[in-house]
């Protein structure tokens, strides 16, 4: 399942209301790690979708979001919760690294 | 159980991989989950790997690489080795996936790591303005003040490729010259963004949350300097990536997997060694790229002598 792509006009629906925590996945295609990473991304949602939301911005496309957020490094996973971000995760990382850094979130 | 398993999927692993491949040894090249590709997935242009005239993007470099290991019948898993046993005639090998796997031989080729600068705080900013991979992040630093620390080719090469995005882009080096190569120096030094600042090292990084700028230190005078920053990119070089194995085979004063002469073969028999994790000169990809080939041709001759 390919995660969603969110930009500034849908980001307040899907990301900053959502009820369940959403992880943003902050992206571009000139970024290697981040075509590393994101099937892994694909894998955890397939697997924890009732607990956490997995999205992606296109910091190409959306380069707004990415500066309002602070992102200086890519790939960046950010995870909201109440409009808030609660988690930063940043650079490419193995499954298992991923897994225990959402720990709080996915059990 | 395999005949070969080649851990690591840079210039020397995929080598490793084509010539065992063809050897008909049915190899397994464990890639990583995250870095597979090795170094080159993080550079732009490649301009001296023969063959190329013209020049090619390190990324699609590595992935024909890896098409030409996989034709020959290389089976390439994305997975991350995290532990080895190689002591014994049958190599263990566990993945962070959990697979285990054994082999009679083993090819390590798992390169070298950035090394950090080592300064407090390091960890904790970077990804807020400190930067690893200028490929990546330089998109970032658009109309910013920035600043490559470093004397080598890929830190002439940062500081050129970040100049596409920032207005200012200080090259800071801790002697006097530097030691990449004369093309790749000439188009920093002749670039009007980059201005280098010799014989000078970072003492201090500072901003709360985010990199804000640097103390420096002249190691010629002493002097101190404080420079407003909005990114540091750090590129000092690399470190062989050892831990797996070093424990089990032997190091080289240096760090470096210890082979034997101009071989691959490490101190452990069925274990062979190739590319930056052997390398503290060269570090090419042509040369890495050889070493792999040094790497299979040995396990060859190791594997048909037990027959």
Redesign the interface.
């Known amino acids: 399942m390919a995660a969603k792509n969110v930009t500034t006009a849908t980001f307040q629906a899907d990301v900053l209301s959502s009820a369940k925590p959403v992880l943003v996945d902050f992206w ?1 295609e ?5 075509r ?2 994101s099937p ?1 991304l694909d894998e955890i949602a397939g697997e924890h979708g009732d607990k956490i939301t997995i999205v992606k911005v296109n ?2 496309e959306e380069p707004a979001l ?1 500066q309002q957020y ?5 790939p ?1 996973m950010q995870v909201f919760q109440g409009g808030e971000v609660v988690k ?1 995760i ?7 690294a991923l897994l225990a850094d959402l720990s709080s979130f996915i059990n | 159980m395999h005949e070969v398993i080649i851990i690591g999927s840079g210039p020397a692993g995929y080598t490793a991989g084509i010539y065992t491949g063809r050897a008909g040894l049915n190899p397994l090249l464990i890639a ?6 090795g170094e080159l ?2 550079t732009t242009e490649v301009e001296n790997y023969p063959g190329f005239p013209t020049g090619l993007q390190g ?1 699609e470099l590595m992935d024909a690489f890896r098409a030409q290991a996989e034709r020959f019948g290389t089976e390439v898993l ?1 997975d ?1 080795v995290i532990e080895v046993d190689l002591k014994g005639p049958v190599k263990i090998v566990k993945t ?2 959990g697979k285990t796997f054994e082999a009679k031989t083993v090819i390590l080729a798992t390169g070298a790591a950035y090394r950090e600068l080592g300064l407090p705080r390091e960890k904790e900013l ?4 400190i ?1 690893w ?1 200028a ?3 330089g ?3 658009r109309e910013k003040t920035i600043a490559v620390v470093g004397g080598g080719d890929s830190a002439m090469e940062e500081a050129t490729f970040l100049t596409r995005f920032a207005s200012k882009v200080y090259l800071i080096h801790r002697r006097d010259s530097f030691k990449a190569s004369k093309i790749m120096q000439e188009r920093a030094l002749n670039n009007p963004k980059i201005e280098v600042i010799w014989n000078t090292e970072v003492s201090e990084l500072l901003g709360e949350g ?1 990199l804000t700028g640097i103390k420096t230190t002249n190691l010629v005078d002493g002097t101190q300097n404080t420079l407003d920053l909005d ?1 540091l990119f750090i590129a000092i070089g690399n470190d062989p990536r050892v831990w797996l194995v070093e424990n089990q085979v032997t190091l080289t004063p240096e760090k470096f997997i210890e082979v034997d002469g101009r071989s691959s073969k490490t101190s452990l028999p069925g274990v062979f060694a190739a590319g930056d994790v052997i390398d503290p000169t060269y570090r090419q990809a042509i040369t890495a790229a050889g070493s792999g080939c040094v790497a299979a041709l040995d396990a060859e001759h190791y594997l048909s002598n037990l027959k």
């Not at chain 1, 000139?30 to 981040?34: I, T, V």
């Not at chain 2, 970077?126 to 303005?129: A, I, K, Q, T, V």
């Open positions: 571009a000139w970024c290697g790690p981040c590393m990473v892994i910091v190409d990415a602070g992102i200086t490094s890519i960046a930063s940043i650079g490419a990382k193995p499954k298992p | 990583s989950s995250v870095e597979a590709g997935m993080k990324p994305l991350d962070g996936g970077s990804g807020y303005g930067s991979c490929t990546c992040d998109f970032f630093f985010k990114g």
